[in-house]
């Protein structure tokens, strides 16, 4: 490891990002000094400027991988070579506003049933049953799942920790897990691993979910995300507060949870009869 990427590594660690974001700045510097055969603290502002062109204009990446890049590159040009260069706040992508994809409770059902083997089927479960993100899911510990009060604790994004409601019929079903595996410390171990210290990986939750959403022949084309947005709009639709919602899901703005009262079946209903009204004679 080279004194830069060790500064640069350390500097993030002070900052208390986590273990996966501080791998993943690193790969961006590192794409960035492979780009350009360089090392990136002999770069001048220009070169960044062509850089950013570069990944929106030629590779044309996402605007997800475009902010991480920025990111990154921010981090480590503002804060470990103290470069505050304007370039910087020129390259943020523009924001990008999309509807998620929505399944009923009987899609849930169905793709929860094509789901195998039972360490995926009883993930899947918990994702959709407490709302939570791919990696909280993933990395839960036994000693996170507290029985007596029906709650889990998560480990959310920004090092952020919140209890969330753990129902029932998910209790009973993660109680009877256990006993198949009894793999501390992680709730949901990696199945065959050799190693049972490891949790479910991303790779293998992905294709895992990808296996079951052909399984289930569902027309729409969700991802494990999808879960998420599905508990939070089901939730809405029996009645409960937004402000609840917002609080089990971890979001720091009440204006990133009120996206779903668009999405639930009862702002749809008010709409259907006006519109049934205004079509009848057409």
């Known amino acids: 490891m080279t004194a830069l990427r060790k500064r640069f590594?350390?500097?993030?660690q002070l900052h208390g990002f986590a273990n996966s974001t501080q791998c993943v700045y690193v790969c961006a510097i590192k794409q960035?000094?492979?780009?350009?055969r360089q090392s990136p603290d002999q770069l001048t502002e220009e070169q960044l400027r062509q850089y950013f062109l570069h990944l929106t204009q030629v590779r044309r990446v996402s605007r997800s991988n475009a902010t991480i890049a920025l990111c990154a590159l921010k981090f480590f040009f503002e804060h470990t070579l103290h470069r505050p260069w304007p370039v910087l706040a020129l390259a943020r992508p523009p924001r990008q506003r999309s509807?998620?994809?929505v399944l009923?409770?009987?899609?849930?059902?169905q793709l929860l049933e094509s789901v195998t083997p039972e360490v995926f089927r009883i993930y899947f479960t918990t994702v959709y049953g407490c709302g939570l993100r791919l990696s909280e899911a993933a990395s839960l510990?036994?000693?996170d799942v507290d029985g007596q009060r029906a709650l889990v604790r998560v480990r959310g994004k920004g090092a952020r920790e919140r209890y969330v409601p753990l129902p029932e019929p998910l209790l009973l079903q993660l109680r009877e897990f256990w006993k198949t595996h009894r793999s501390r410390p992680w709730l949901f171990p990696a199945p065959k691993s050799g190693n049972p210290s490891r949790p479910l990986s991303r790779k293998s939750i992905q294709e895992a979910f990808g296996a079951a959403r052909q399984r289930s022949g569902l027309s729409k084309h969700p991802t494990v995300h999808t879960l998420r947005h599905s508990y939070a709009t089901h939730l809405l639709e029996?009645?409960?507060?937004?402000r609840l919602i917002q609080a089990n899901l971890g979001h720091l703005s009440p204006r990133?949870?009120?996206?779903y009262t668009h999405l639930t079946e009862p702002a749809w209903a008010t709409l259907r009869a006006?519109?049934?009204q205004l079509m009848r004679n057409l």
Do not use: M
């Open 141 to 143: 510990q036994v000693t």
């Open 238 to 242: 029996v009645g409960v507060n937004l």
């Open 104 to 109: 009923s409770r009987q899609e849930v059902r």
């Open 256 to 259: 990133t949870t009120a996206l």
């Open 99 to 101: 509807v998620p994809v």
């Open 274 to 276: 006006p519109l049934n």
């Open 32 to 36: 960035l000094a492979r780009h350009y």
């Open 9 to 12: 590594v350390e500097d993030l």
